[in-house]
């Protein structure tokens, strides 16, 4: 028996859209959806929050032979022409552009973006110091990537719009065999704490924990580095 499920707006719809749009895809049979990652605790997320009863299988990864990722695949008509009828398309990864995502979810969306085809990347540089006091300074980036040009400008785009940050667009060569440009959005530390902020809006949001947990902790951190005491020198 099919799994009902609902495709009117909610956070939770926004954040799997947001994952099948990195991690996802669309066969060309008109139902069925699939979901590939390495990340096992990802593919158990989506599976809980779809209320799915499929069995988690592996596949090649295409890009390092014999290495597997984790894959589920389910079949769903209502939910397939839904994501079609919002820009998503069968072996959309080069051809992606707009989707169709209201922006009340786009933080719900971009949070699904990010724990598929994202990384939030920190380490604590500690030899800061001044006055005989080393002071830590965590360095922080957030970076989004896709393989579409078309793609990953208007998500810059949005980004810009609705949270107001700028980021960097970068092109680099990408690893997978398949494809040998890979487009990159990249934010720097201040960027990175306000859109960390955005995304993770409230607790308990559909999301992969590891990564919620990590964009918490780091917070944290921040707030309390100490910061170095600078002396105003007169004009004259």
Avoid: C
Avoid at 32 to 58: A, E, P, R, V, Y
Avoid at 59 to 87: A, P
Avoid at 88 to 104: A, C, F, N, Y
Avoid at 223 to 235: D, F, G, H, L, Q
């Amino acid at each position: 028996m099919t799994n009902i499920i609902s495709t009117i707006w909610t956070p939770k719809l926004a954040y799997i859209v947001g994952l099948i749009t990195t991690d996802g895809n669309l066969s060309k049979d008109g139902r069925h959806i699939d979901l590939t990652s390495k990340d096992l605790d990802q593919i158990s997320t989506f599976s809980k929050l779809l209320g799915l009863n499929n069995k988690i299988g592996l596949k090649d990864s295409g890009t390092s032979q014999g290495k597997k990722y984790y894959r589920i695949q389910f079949s769903n008509v209502q939910l397939y022409r839904f994501l079609l009828s919002i820009g998503l398309t069968p072996t959309k990864s080069k051809s992606i552009g707009e989707l169709k995502i209201p922006d009340k979810y786009f933080a719900d969306f971009l949070r699904g973006h990010l724990d598929g085809d994202g990384s939030i990347f920190t380490y604590q540089d500690k030899y800061n110091q001044y006055r005989g006091v080393t002071y830590l300074n965590t360095r922080l980036f957030v970076y989004f990537i896709s393989v579409s040009n078309l793609h990953i400008i208007w998500l810059h785009k949005k980004i810009s719009e609705l949270a107001q940050v700028n980021g960097s667009l970068q092109k680099r060569p990408s690893k997978n065999r398949n494809h040998t440009i890979m487009w990159t959005i990249k934010f720097a530390k201040k960027e990175s704490i306000k859109l960390i902020k955005w995304i993770y809006y409230e607790p308990n949001l559909p999301s992969l924990e590891r990564k919620a947990t990590l964009a918490k902790q780091i917070l944290e951190i921040i707030s309390k580095e100490k910061r170095k005491k600078y002396t105003k020198i007169s004009e004259i």
